[in-house]
């Protein structure tokens, strides 16, 4: 696909995944139950989480679950345009700060670097497909952490609703090792 059919493409397919998305009170728990089932990362990892906005599914049942296990917590820092996110220390009661685009991060910290991802996304397929905001953050970070790390693991998180028959992609775009939601986990 060339750019300009790309470009028009993913838009549709974020509109679609935006009205198809829908906060259901029970979803961060249930997401919680299957990832700790299902894909419950090594010991010691430390976790590259994020804090839900809007109708994007309750990430903060699986951040406390697994804070709790023991593990390091790490949510993003949005940095400029065209940059990877940077990852702080998170923990239960830290004090936040507003990000760009309605994101929270915690305030204070040193950047440190996560080992296994939990990756927000609006738009999922069965091969590790994702569509996100558009601002090509998690791409360009997924591409730095593997190179360091060949092994990352990376679960993007969703509503089951936000799955599509094909996420259209680009070259730049990074693919994830699962996919969970309320209902279970995908493994491309």
């Known amino acids: 696909m060339t750019e ?11 509109r679609l995944a935006l009205a198809a998305r829908r906060a259901e009170p029970e979803a961060g728990r249930m997401l919680r139950d299957v990832i700790l089932a299902e894909a419950p990362p090594p010991s010691g990892a430390i976790i590259g989480g994020f804090w839900p906005m809007g109708s994007e ?3 903060r049942p699986l951040l406390e679950a697994l804070h709790a296990r023991g593990h390091v917590i790490a949510l993003p820092v949005t940095p400029p345009r065209g940059n990877p996110l940077l990852f702080r220390a998170w923990a239960p009661g830290i004090t936040m700060a507003e990000g760009p685009m309605g994101t ?3 305030a204070a910290g040193e950047p440190i670097t ?8 609006l738009a999922f397929d069965r091969t590790g497909a994702r569509l996100g905001y558009g601002g090509g953050y998690y791409d360009r970070t997924l591409t730095l952490l593997r190179g360091a790390n060949p092994s990352l693991t990376a679960i993007g998180v969703a509503h089951a609703a936000q799955e599509i028959p094909q996420v259209p992609t680009g070259p730049h ?4 090792t699962a996919i969970a939601t309320e209902r279970g986990l995908i493994r491309p």
């Open 4 to 14: 300009a059919p790309l470009l028009a493409a993913k838009a549709e397919a974020r």
């Open 57 to 59: 599914i309750d990430t």
């Open 104 to 106: 929270r991060h915690p």
């Open 114 to 121: 996560p080992a296994w991802l939990i990756v927000p996304l």
């Open 173 to 176: 775009d990074a693919r994830l």
